[in-house]
């Protein structure tokens, strides 16, 4: 099982941007597909998951409104979009995905059984 972040870059404040995670080794309908990320000198920190059956998405309260999560099945992705970006979403992102029959808190991390390398977004003031 493989996931890998894409998509990171420079950033201007207000500015958007969008993540992309690919996935191989397990099908997007059998995972829950989750993006965390992690500042400098902070800890991980969970940002989004969309369920395995698509119609469910979930957001930490801080980010609703400006990120959206979404996936294309066929492509194995998931996407996070990235609106109206502050300085403070400057971060390593990271994809990850938990077993849908066992997950309870989905913004924990340890639920989360395969992760990918994360991406780099900064956003410049």
């Known amino acids: 099982v493989q996931l890998q972040a894409s998509g990171g870059g420079w950033v201007q404040a207000g500015g958007s941007t969008r993540l992309s995670c690919v996935v191989s080794?397990?099908?997007?309908?059998?995972?829950?597909i989750g993006w965390f990320r992690q500042a400098p000198g902070k800890e991980r920190e969970w940002v989004s998951t969309i369920s395995s059956t698509g119609d469910s998405t979930y957001y930490a309260d801080s980010l609703k409104g400006r990120f959206s999560i979404s996936r294309d099945i066929e492509k194995n992705m998931v996407y996070l979009q990235m609106n109206r970006l502050k300085s403070e979403d400057t971060a390593v992102y990271y994809c990850a995905g938990a077993n849908p029959w066992t997950v309870v808190l989905r913004h924990e991390a340890y639920e989360y059984d395969h992760w990918g390398r994360g991406t780099q977004v900064t956003v410049s003031s």
């Open positions: 080794g397990l099908s997007l309908d059998t995972y829950e």
